[in-house]
């Protein structure tokens, strides 16, 4: 696509993506437990009632809230939370989740 090889776009882009590319599996979980919950059993079983560009909406929906939170988590820690748990669990040891503070130069 012409619109993303442009130079600003593509790093646009890339940085409002990053965080939910670096939190993949929590968000990959996050997102099947959601829409289980809004479409299927227990939950509020609403596939039946919601089908085609709603459904997409929905899914969309789900999607932008996640990039949100994804910027969220990672102003305040370094990994996602399944991340976290998978590297210490990796480690054998529980590795340091708050981020690291930036320092102002000057």
Do not use: C, H
Request: glycine share 8%; net charge positive; proline share 6%.
């Amino acid at each position: 696509m012409i619109v993303v090889r442009a130079g600003r776009l593509r790093s646009w882009l890339a940085a409002v993506l990053a965080p939910v590319g670096r939190m993949g599996l929590t968000n990959y979980l996050m997102q099947s437990v959601i829409l289980m919950v809004l479409l299927y059993g227990p939950g509020f079983d609403l596939a039946a009632d919601v089908g085609g560009w709603p459904r997409q909406a929905l899914l969309e929906l789900v999607f932008v809230v996640q990039v949100v939170y994804s910027r969220w988590w990672f102003a305040r820690f370094q990994y996602g939370p399944v991340e976290w748990a998978w590297r210490s669990l990796t480690w054998f040891k529980a590795q340091p989740m708050r981020a690291k503070p930036v320092r102002a130069t000057g």
